[in-house]
Nanobody
Framework: QVQLVESGGGLVQPGGSLGLSCAAS????????MDWYRQAPGRQRELVATITTEGSTTYADSVKGRFTISRDNAKNMVYLQMDRLKTEDTAIYYCNAVRTATIFDYWGQGTQVTVSS
């Protein structure tokens, strides 16, 4: 059974930092590209950051320079370090595992991040 479990969300003040984690099980983790998405109320889900199986990273323009995605294949974990948070970063953050060129595409249940003073 495949499971992606996010953790680390919460309430933080603008300018603060928060680190999200996603624990994967039931998949050969090193074969999966890992993405972080977010969805704010009334908005579509958007791609925030990607890390490939080789460790290459890409970011949405809105978070570039503030967020850092990383992975630990030995622990089956992917992380999102979020710095200099803004109120517009408030959203539910989702972990996504994709095995490229296959139908295998899995989602976590999401973790709430609220940036507010």
């Amino acid at each position: 059974q495949v499971q992606l479990v996010e953790s680390g969300g919460g309430l933080v003040q603008p300018g603060g930092s928060l680190g999200l984690s996603c624990a994967a099980s039931g998949i050969t983790f090193r074969l999966y590209r890992m993405d972080w998405y977010r969805q704010a109320p009334g908005r579509q889900r958007e791609l925030v950051a990607t890390i490939t199986t080789e460790g290459s990273t890409t970011y949405a323009d809105s978070v570039k320079g503030r967020f850092t995605i990383s992975r630990d294949n030995a622990k089956n974990m992917v992380y999102l370090q979020m710095d200099r948070l803004k109120t517009e970063d408030t959203a539910i953050y989702y972990c996504n595992a994709v095995r490229t060129a296959t139908i295998f595409d899995y989602w976590g249940q999401g973790t709430q991040v609220t940036v507010s003073s």
